[in-house]
């Protein structure tokens, strides 16, 4: 299982520019890859690309030995709802829903309520927020609204979770805490994560490190030593083990 792209090319606009240029990469099972890079450098981007939620002007995207992009656009579909989970800057939960019914909400388009009911109070104890459950989006604070969308993102037990700048609108200690999830959801339910970060401290928890620079990979580099957890005072009443999911 592994995410492979060759020779990646996003160009936009007329005339086009180029905003992506020539990506190789392999992503591993497991792994946890952070990207990072100033802003406009094509992180989001790249990102999209990676996760078929964006099609390149050239090049090839294969996952799990499957050539993305030669899937029609609901066989891409499918394979998204089973195989992907997202976590956005900001949460897009549905506000007239309430936050187990939002978590649930993958679970509902793949008939699979009653399956992962229980799963679903699962993620709502061991990420704090049990008593959270029956609340609306707009009754929750923002750290809260974002660990409700990260469930939200694990509900169908993907292989990849992408996350684009998922801490970006949250305080360092919410930031620490949805980083300490993204990082035991790594760890310990072996799902590969890919982050797009601008935080060198959240880019020092990923196994390997890309750097972009106007749509090039400047740096691709694994690391030795990496964070576990970022503060001590974040932990989780329980940790993510896989014997409770
Ligand atoms: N659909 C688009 N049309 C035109 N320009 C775009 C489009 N999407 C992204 N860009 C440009 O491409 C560059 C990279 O964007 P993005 O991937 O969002 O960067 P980052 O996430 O690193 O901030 C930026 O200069 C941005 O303005
Ligand atoms: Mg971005």
Known sequence: MSIVARNLIKEVGDPASRIISNINLVINDGEFISISGRSGSGKSTLLYL??????????????????????????????????LGFVFQFHYLLPELNAIENVLMPARKNNQIEEKT????????????????????????????????IAR???????????????????????????NILKETNLHLKTTVILVTHEPEYSAMADREIILIDGVIKQNQTRKNTIKNISDKTKFKKTITKKKL
Do not use: C, W
């Open 50 to 83: 990676l996760s078929t939620l964006d099609q390149p002007t050239s090049g090839e995207l294969i996952i799990n030995e499957k050539q993305i992009t030669t899937l029609s656009v609901e066989e891409i579909h499918h394979f998204r709802n089973k195989h």
């Open 118 to 149: 229980e799963y679903a109070h699962e993620l709502f104890k061991i990420f704090d927020i049990e008593n959270k459950k029956n609340k609306l989006p707009g009754q929750l604070s923002g750290g809260e609204q974002q660990r409700v969308a």
């Open 153 to 179: 993102a694990l509900i169908m037990k993907p292989s990849y979770l992408f996350a684009d700048e998922p801490t970006g609108n949250l305080d360092s200690k919410n930031g620490n805490i949805v980083m």
